[in-house]
Every structure is written in structure tokens, then in C-alpha cells.
């Protein structure tokens, strides 16, 4: 038998977080933004690429031998990833509960959809804008509400130092700024 996933040791590591609930269990908190680039991109999918995937396989179809046929070997593999993304999508906007940060603009605490800038305790100061899951992008400064940074930020106010677990140890972050999307009419 192997060995290969069993725990060496039950001790607990120093640096454990509350467990998170699995995805499909947390609440699927998302900005109107978000939803509304989900939601075309599931349109998009449906209405344009999918149909024309389709007439791409019914043609190759039409020409003979499947095995050895290219076209429908490929369209057929893309429309299966597009009809499980479609499922995703579907699924996940169904779950959505639309939160629009806008309503706390003027607040100095961090709540969803804030954009917070902090200080660590290098002297290095980061922004972050808080999001829900499936909108999320690190590279533009987005990360998860269910996320450890997010979860530290999350209710503080300007001014207050809050801890963050991390495996290398306790950080402290200092909130310096905190600000919201403008409402719109």
C-alpha cells in the first residue's frame, strides 16, 4: 500500500487558518461589474461561439471518416470545455448575491468591494480591491473576499493594525486608505 497521502504527524502547524468552506458552500458574493462580465461572457458563449462550433462539426461530420477528421475531432473536444464552462457560469450566476460596494463610499472600514491600501511591516505599501471569487484578478490588485489578506482587512477601519497569518509568521498590516467605487445612477 502506498504511503504517499497519509500524515507524517498529527501535530497541527503553527500557522493554521479557520478552515474555508468548499466553494460551492460560501456565498458567492459579487460586484455588479463582475456579474455583468460573467453573464456576457456565458451569453457570448451561448449565442456566438457555440453555434458556429457547431456548424464547424456538422460539416466535418458531413465528410466522411470521424476518426482521422480533424475539424470534428477538435470541435467536438471545444464543445465540450464550452458547454462545461456554460454549466459554470450558469451555475455560478444563479448562486450570485450582488453586493454593490458603492452604498458604503465615504466609509473609513473595509467592507466588500473596497479598495484598501496597507502597510506591512517592511515599510512596503500595497493596494488591494476586495472581490468575489470568480472576479478576482491578482495581476490588477483584485483578490477574494475569502482570501487571508481580505479576511485580516475585512471590518477594519483607517488607522487599526491587523494581524495576518501567514506560514512564514504574524504579520501586522497598517490600513492607510480605503476607499469605494463612486455610485452610479
Avoid: C
Wanted: aromatic share 8%; hydrophobic share 35%.
Amino acid at each position: 500500500m502506498s504511503k504517499a497521502f497519509t500524515r507524517e504527524t498529527d501535530e497541527e502547524t503553527p500557522y493554521s487558518l479557520p478552515p474555508l468552506p468548499p466553494l460551492g458552500a460560501a456565498r458567492n458574493y459579487m460586484t455588479p461589474g463582475g456579474y455583468a462580465s460573467l453573464r456576457s461572457e456565458l451569453l457570448q458563449l451561448m449565442d456566438e461561439e457555440r453555434p458556429q462550433v457547431v456548424e464547424v462539426v456538422h460539416w466535418a461530420a458531413r465528410n466522411g471518416d470521424r476518426s482521422e477528421n480533424g475539424d470534428y475531432l477538435y470541435g467536438k473536444k471545444r464543445l465540450r470545455e464550452i458547454d462545461r464552462r456554460i454549466r459554470f457560469l450558469t451555475s455560478r450566476l444563479e448562486t450570485a448575491e450582488i453586493v454593490d460596494p458603492s452604498v458604503h463610499a465615504g466609509s473609513d472600514q473595509v467592507f466588500f468591494g473596497a479598495t484598501a491600501r496597507y502597510l506591512d511591516e517592511q515599510g512596503k505599501e500595497t493596494t488591494v480591491t476586495i472581490k468575489g471569487i470568480d472576479e478576482a484578478d491578482s495581476g490588477q490588485g483584485e483578490i477574494s473576499w475569502i482570501s487571508p489578506v481580505a479576511r485580516a482587512l475585512l471590518k477594519a477601519r483607517i488607522g487599526d493594525e491587523v494581524r495576518l497569518e501567514t506560514p512564514s509568521g504574524m504579520r501586522l498590516l497598517e490600513i492607510l486608505s480605503v476607499s469605494y467605487p463612486d455610485r452610479s445612477v
